[in-house]
């Protein structure tokens, strides 16, 4: 059953499958293809790297005059 799944159907469902909440028998097909496939592992990797991504960009702090120029032309931006 795996021949019905390739990287594009596999990234619509990539979500579902990352979730565990597709049927058994679809989320086995997408595993078999991802374990075979350099690319959708790859991608599957980055999928689930990105909260860490996130959480450690959110850590990130400014030097104070460097915040406030940024704030103050996002402001500018704005208008």
């Known amino acids: ?31 078999t293809h991802v374990a075979g496939c350099e690319r959708c592992t790859a991608f599957v990797a980055s999928y689930r790297e990105t909260p860490r991504i996130l959480r450690e960009a959110t850590l990130a702090t400014f030097p104070p005059d460097l915040e406030q120029s940024l704030l103050a032309f996002l402001r500018e931006r704005r208008r």
């Open 1 to 31: 059953m795996s021949e019905r799944v390739v990287c594009a159907s596999g990234v619509e469902l990539l979500m579902d499958f990352l979730e565990g909440v597709l049927p058994d028998d679809l989320r086995s097909d997408i595993a």
